[in-house]
């Protein structure tokens, strides 16, 4: 499978290059366990909710790692309710710390490095995958 590839304006001397897919639920873990060798690249393995099923977001930096969350039919980071119950018991009464453990659960610090790297280009080009069966 080839990839087209665009300069990244963020990061000059790098390139960007987008991929939509489909296919079996796990597809999106396996794809982020294939990519997470390469601890230089920055990347986003989206897989939507299904029927009855979660969806999930992988999220990695060179900086921060990588960073999984549930998300749920529109999207939205989920945090379940064991994450929640220890956020509340770390914090406290602490209403600072509380804030500082719901954005770590809801992985805020990669939103926030990843956002600039997420505009792409008017040029970029997009790949579809579609796997039947």
Known sequence: MNFDWDPQP??????????????????????ASALRGWEHLRY???????LGTDGGRW???PDLGIFFAQTDTVGNT????????????????NAIELHRELRLALGQAWDDELEAFRHASQDSAVVWLHQVG
């Open 78 to 93: 989920v945090i379940p309710e064991d994450r929640v119950r220890y956020a509340m018991d770390v914090a406290g009464a």
């Open 10 to 31: 963020v990061l000059p001397g790098s390139q960007r290059t987008e991929f939509y897919w489909e296919g079996p639920r796990g597809t999106g873990a396996k794809l």
């Open 44 to 50: 986003e393995v989206t897989e939507d909710a299904g």
């Open 59 to 61: 999220m990695h930096t």
